[in-house]
């Protein structure tokens, strides 16, 4: 199984990543290994019946990184590329990232290789609930809690919700984060990511002296995470030039209108043929000049082909790993780009979903207010303790950002000591 990981090309730059910041700690050689390797992985076939009266059997998996810190949190993804590799990888992230907010969760990611968009409701549903049930020995509001992630949304976990109270017997709402506000969702939760993104982008574009007047931004991904990062770029004032999704990239030298771009991918599905831009080349639209460049779409999409390309000021890092190390060490040669890791930059969603499983057990329901109020705090003491750690340190912000939460990891394992 080692070997089966380290053969994934995302796997590996997580471990890559680890093992620079591990050498840094000077982990001790045993401790590293218990903090690098996943404790669980479950795979599990899902077969269903879809609307044409066939069966179709579907791949499922879910790693659980650590449960040394607290329950397993983490999204469920849907997208054809899905393999235990890379859920592997975005678990390990997800592990660094709660230590680093300072949640007392461990890290974990699920995935359902498939593609949603070619499946109607019922056939989503179907895999959904199908999945939730193989899962039941291994989730629980103490145990495992997933929430949305790519191609999966409050939906879903509204299915996920009701399959395991069918299960039980009983309503439990913590058992998955992101719901629909009737179902005991959070307030703010949907676009908690997204407004991480561009709080954390403008914090950092004041830091390095600009304004957000006049200043422009291209947002790659108009999903949960990247239309709700150009709603609060938009609403501060920053001027969002340009945006892709999967069809394709649209750019407006003016700026976007953010309201009117989201009518119209509601009507088409898409950001082509908005009327009030033009077509761009995707790749391209990466490395036009602008202050914030904030990937939130895919991984791997900053790569040694255009890292030395990118005109941006701030490299806001909606998506989970979307540099390569070979992009990293490219960047961090040139003095002109600050970047915010991922596992700081889109931590708003796990910190709200933090905040949705403590309403969930008291039975309370904080405003939007008070969430995003206590977002916000949460997020700008973590950048500001991750920017004086890297200063302090030589490090780069993401080398800081992992550093801090390997450091906890590790010293949890520690104190716990090792069964038996
Ligand atoms: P989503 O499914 O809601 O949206 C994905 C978007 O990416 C869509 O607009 C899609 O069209 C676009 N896309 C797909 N392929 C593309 C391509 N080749 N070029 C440009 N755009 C493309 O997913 P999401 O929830 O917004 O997640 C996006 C990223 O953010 C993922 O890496 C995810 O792991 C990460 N993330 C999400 C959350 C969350 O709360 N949803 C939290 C933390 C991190």
């Not at 040394?68 to 999204?75: A, L, N, Q």
């Not at 680093?100 to 895999?127: A, N, V, Y």
Request: glycine share 10%; proline share 5%.
């Amino acid at each position: 199984m080692r070997e089966y990981l380290l053969q994934n090309p995302m796997f590996a730059m997580a471990v890559e990543q680890f093992d620079q910041v591990a050498d840094f700690l000077d982990l001790d050689e045993n401790l590293r290994n218990r903090c690098k390797w996943p404790k669980r992985w479950i795979s599990v076939t899902i077969p269903i019946r879809r609307d044409d009266g066939s069966t179709e059997v579907f791949f499922g998996h879910r790693v659980q990184h650590h449960l040394t810190r607290g329950p397993v949190k983490g999204g469920l993804r849907y997208h054809p590329s899905v393999n235990l590799g890379e859920v592997a990888a975005l678990a390990m992230w997800m592990n660094w990232k709660c230590a680093l907010m300072d949640l007392p969760f461990g890290g974990g990611k699920g995935g359902i290789t498939c593609d949603p968009t070619t499946m109607s409701p019922g056939e989503l549903e179907r895999l959904t609930r199908r999945f939730t049930m193989e899962m039941i020995p291994f989730i629980g509001p103490k145990v495992d809690v997933m929430a949305p992630d790519m191609g999966t949304n409050e939906q879903v976990m509204a299915w996920m919700t009701d399959t395991y109270a069918t299960h039980t017997g009983h309503m439990e709402p913590s058992i998955v984060t992101g719901k629909p506000l009737n179902l005991m969702g959070s307030c703010g939760r949907t676009r908690a990511t997204g407004h991480g993104v561009a709080f954390l982008a403008s914090n950092a574009l004041h830091r390095i002296g600009g304004s957000v007047d006049g200043s422009t931004a291209v947002v790659q991904g108009f999903g949960n995470v990247g239309s709700h990062a150009a709603q609060t770029l938009c609403s501060y004032g920053i001027k969002v030039t340009g945006i892709s999704d999967v069809g394709g990239a649209i750019w407006n030298d003016n700026g976007i209108d953010y309201f009117k771009l989201s009518k119209h991918v509601k009507k088409t599905g898409s950001v082509i043929g908005y009327s009030e831009s033009e077509e761009i080349d995707p790749d391209t639209l990466l490395t036009q000049p602008c202050d914030i460049l904030a990937p939130c779409a895919l991984d791997r999409v900053i790569t040694e082909k255009n890292a030395a390309d990118l005109k941006c000021r701030i490299l806001a890092e909606g998506a989970n790993g979307p540099t390569t190390p070979e992009a990293d060490k490219i960047l961090s040669e040139r003095d002109d780009i600050t970047i915010i890791p991922d596992v700081l930059c889109n931590a708003g969603g796990v910190t709200v979903s933090y905040f949705e499983w403590v309403q969930n057990i008291q039975r309370y329901r904080w405003t939007e207010r008070e969430v995003i109020t206590r977002l916000e705090t949460i997020l700008e003491e973590t950048q500001k303790k991750v920017d004086d750690y890297a200063t302090r340190n030589k490090l780069t912000s993401r080398q800081a950002a992992q550093a801090i939460a390997i450091h906890t990891v590790a010293g949890v394992k520690s104190s716990r000591g090792l069964f038996p």
